[in-house]
């Protein structure tokens, strides 16, 4: 399967994902087995999941600014 995502929105998640010290595979693959794979299986909690992620650093507040978020728009 391919994903064609925007490139701000790709940039975006990529450095979400590496936030979390994972690639942007796992970290969609985590995001989509929890949004679709829910109701198959017991809901994790926001704590749950992001146990889930192998040593996960805090996302500092800069990296989710509204400029860092849309590089393109300020």
Same mark, same amino acid.
């Given at each position: 399967? =391919?994903?064609?995502?925007?490139?701000? &929105?790709?940039?975006?998640? *990529? @450095?979400? $994902?590496?936030?979390? @010290?994972? =690639? &942007?595979?796992? /970290?969609? *693959?985590?995001?989509? #087995?929890?949004? $679709?794979?829910?109701?198959?299986? =017991?809901? +994790?909690? $926001?704590? #749950?999941?992001?146990? =889930? /992620? %192998?040593? $996960?650093? &805090?996302? %500092?507040?800069?990296? +989710?600014?509204? #400029?860092? +978020?849309?590089?393109?728009?300020?």
């Amino acid at each position: 399967m =391919s994903l064609n995502l925007r490139p701000d &929105l790709e940039e975006c998640l *990529q @450095g979400l $994902a590496a936030a979390y @010290g994972v =690639s &942007l595979e796992t /970290f969609l *693959q985590h995001v989509v #087995e929890e949004r $679709a794979g829910g109701a198959a299986r =017991s809901r +994790l909690s $926001a704590e #749950e999941w992001a146990d =889930s /992620f %192998p040593n $996960a650093p &805090l996302i %500092p507040d800069e990296a +989710l600014g509204r #400029e860092n +978020l849309y590089p393109d728009r300020w």
